[in-house]
């Protein structure tokens, strides 16, 4: 069974960084995006960065203005984010997703936490 296993979060003072990843344990073909969301208290969850395959590119939420960075590495199964210059108001769970032929796979997410 292929779980993904989430890893980096914590508190972090605003201005500062984090870097989040997400490992694919198991046996695994190959994953047609891999993306995180977040999903702050009463909020819904949103889209923060996703990597597409067969040439789908990268996508980022508006909010993110340059500030975090997605990566993958199909080889390890894991996709990164790194996040810079934390806002309080990304404070959130942040989940990573991965799409593998067709089903949508979760990860149980790890807190952020930035504190002003």
């Known amino acids: 069974q292929v779980q993904l296993v989430e890893s980096g979060g914590g508190l972090v003072q605003a201005g500062g960084s984090l870097r989040l990843s997400c490992t694919a344990t198991g046996s695994i073909y190959s994953a047609t995006s891999m993306s995180w969301y977040r999903q702050a208290p009463g909020e819904q969850r949103v889209l923060v960065a996703g990597t597409y395959g067969g040439g789908g590119g990268v996508v980022y939420g508006d909010f993110v203005k340059g500030r975090f960075t997605v990566s993958r590495d199909n080889a390890r199964k894991t996709v990164s984010l790194q996040m810079n210059t934390l806002e309080p108001g990304d404070t959130a769970i942040y989940y990573c997703?991965?799409?593998?032929?067709?089903?949508?796979?979760w990860g149980r997410g790890t807190q952020v936490t930035v504190s002003s």
């Open positions: 997703k991965m799409t593998i032929r067709g089903v949508d796979l």
